[in-house]
């Protein structure tokens, strides 16, 4: 979950502001969550239920009638004040993430303005680097649901991919530490390995009653859900693999919510 604790501390700060900071304090206040969560905690359970509802909303926000009726409304709303955080509030409004909102924008705005569709790689490189919209108060409204996204959008995933690198770090001193003898990502795929886990223990290990033969961090948080999806997504590769149906270790970053699942031969 620490990705997610990351982003929330870097754009708020740990009882700063924010929508999902106040949804979290107004659950702490009325016993929803718990006395044993943390705040920290609170808040990644919290932005992983907002991403399933974004996943579960996404298609009725990408009807040709819904496109059409957001766009009149940034464009009325311009307008009116160019300055004002018309896309953002709009976002909020439909209860949808700023930066699929801004995307929405973005590509209804250059098809209309263009004389080909924009591709993705156009549409993705303008939501990293805004100035490169050709139109000044759509850059503007752009760039603030970019800043103020705390699930989506360049921004965020350049946090994920900090913290997560930065708990892999964590990881291979911890094992430098221990004394235990590894084969890391880099290495694997040197030897021809497509699929990899994190780290290989050249020496196995024994772990409350597990032989651990390999080890994948994920910096998230631990639900049922994400471990079912990372099992079908990744994990079984692994197994299936020519790195064989041994016991592995999977680590994920919570401070009270997360366990540790091992899969076993």
């Avoid at 409004?93 to 098809?111: G, H, K, N, T, W």
């Amino acid at each position: 979950m620490f990705y997610q604790i990351g982003i929330l501390q870097y754009r708020w700060g740990i009882g700063g502001s924010g929508q999902v900071a106040h949804h979290v304090r107004s659950a702490q206040r009325t016993g929803l969550a718990g006395c044993s969560q943390s705040q920290a905690t609170l808040l990644s359970i919290f932005s992983q239920e907002y991403q399933k509802h974004i996943k579960r909303t996404h298609a009725k926000h990408h009807t040709s009638e819904a496109i059409e009726s957001y766009y009149q409304r940034y464009l009325n709303g311009v307008g009116r004040n160019g300055a004002a955080p018309v896309l953002l509030e709009l976002a909020n409004e439909v209860d949808y993430a700023p930066s699929l909102m801004a995307r929405i924008i973005l590509e209804r705005f250059l098809q209309e303005h263009e004389e080909t569709p924009p591709s993705k790689s156009v549409i993705n490189s303008m939501l990293r680097d805004p100035s490169q919209i050709p139109d000044g108060v759509l850059a503007n409204q752009v760039y603030q649901c970019i800043v103020n996204d705390c699930c989506y959008g360049p921004l965020v995933d350049c946090i994920k991919h900090a913290i997560g690198h930065e708990h892999e770090v964590l990881l291979r001193d911890l094992l430098l530490e221990k004394s235990l003898s590894f084969l890391d990502e880099d290495q694997l795929r040197a030897k021809g390995y497509d699929k990899t886990p994190d780290f290989i223990l050249q020496v196995p290990v024994a772990v409350e009653g597990h032989i651990i033969h390999w080890i994948e961090s994920k910096a998230s948080f631990g639900d049922e859900c994400s471990h079912h999806a990372y099992l079908h997504d990744q994990f079984w590769s692994y197994w299936n693999s020519s790195l064989g149906r041994h016991s592995c270790r999977i680590l994920t970053s919570s401070p009270s919510a997360t366990r540790d699942r091992s899969t076993n031969n």
